[in-house]
């Protein structure tokens, strides 16, 4: 996802998030920029999947995208530069631009709230290095809603992470649907304050991602193969030696009887002794008979 930036200070951005993103000098703009070069609605973003439309809205002029003057619409793309009255706006990329602030000279992590609300629906509100929400209009993002207290909650962003404090709310701040005094807050998760719910936008977690480790190379004297030695057996083996040799004696038994069995000659040996059974049998026969006993 891009951003649009003001290059003299990374603290005023805006996510370039469908339908449109509105810029110039009233508050009501996604993107409010202090000058009285710019008009209070000078121009809007129309965001259609990766295509992005710049529109003059203001009727005088003071727009312009890479140095030549924009007069109706014309296309955006990464890197463009955007001039309005005597601000320089540029499309970034947060994965791979970071822009330094004019001011503190620290490297600025950019995050926004994206709303989830139906009044609000798509309104994206960036967050500074320290930025209050409530209900008062001293705070940074500001709604007039009655189930928020005046201060609720504060975002920070420290050493480009980001984090929530619950300031003494009534109602109280959810982050994924558990209420939180101070947490830290990742891309992707939900941020309610009571019921009014934002999607959290901003870079994506380093720390969340799988290190592959290098493969590692078996040096040459512990190359069994190679060597053709042994490894020393681990203690379970050599505790259960006498079990195995025994087991092993049995099954060398087992096998030297059948190989007997196998033997050539073997079977004739069994005739005969089937044939010597039965002629003893039928000779007891005989006896009984003559003796009466049959």
Not at 160 to 189: I, K, P
Request: glycine share 10%; charged share 25%; aromatic share 6%.
């Amino acid at each position: 996802m891009l951003k649009l930036c003001d290059l003299k200070g990374a603290g005023q951005s805006v996510w370039l998030v469908a339908p449109r993103v509105t810029i110039g000098r009233a508050s009501t703009c996604d993107l409010t920029l202090a000058s009285d070069s710019v008009a209070k609605l000078h121009a809007e973003v129309v965001v259609d999947g990766d295509t992005l439309t710049l529109r003059d809205l203001s009727g005088y002029g003071g727009l312009a995208v890479n140095g030549q003057p924009i007069k109706g619409t014309t296309r955006l793309k990464l890197n463009d530069r955007v001039t309005i009255g005597d601000r320089e706006l540029g499309v970034v990329d947060p994965k791979v631009a970071r822009f330094r602030s004019s001011t503190s000279g620290s490297g600025a992590v950019s995050w926004a709230l994206r709303a989830n609300h139906p009044a609000i629906a798509g309104r994206v509100f960036p967050v500074k290095q320290a930025s209050v929400v409530g209900r008062s209009d001293e705070c940074d993002i500001t709604f007039s809603l009655s189930h928020l207290s005046r201060r609720h909650a504060r975002l920070e962003v420290r050493d480009g992470l980001l984090f929530v404090v619950d300031l003494g709310s009534a109602n109280g701040t959810f982050l994924n649907n558990q209420r939180v005094s101070e947490t830290r807050v990742r891309r992707g998760d939900e941020l309610r304050f009571d019921t009014l719910s934002f999607s959290v936008v901003g870079p994506a977690d380093d720390l969340d991602k799988t290190t592959v480790r290098p493969a590692v190379m078996i040096p040459r004297e512990h190359d069994t193969a190679a060597e053709g030695e042994s490894e020393a057996p681990p203690v379970d083996a050599v505790q259960s030696a006498p079990v195995a040799e025994a087991e092993m004696t049995r099954e060398r038994q087992r096998y030297e009887g059948d190989a007997a069995a196998a033997e050539p000659g073997s079977s004739a040996w069994l005739w005969f002794g089937v044939v010597l059974l039965i002629g003893l049998g039928t000779a007891g026969v005989l006896w009984a008979r003559q003796q009466g006993l049959l």
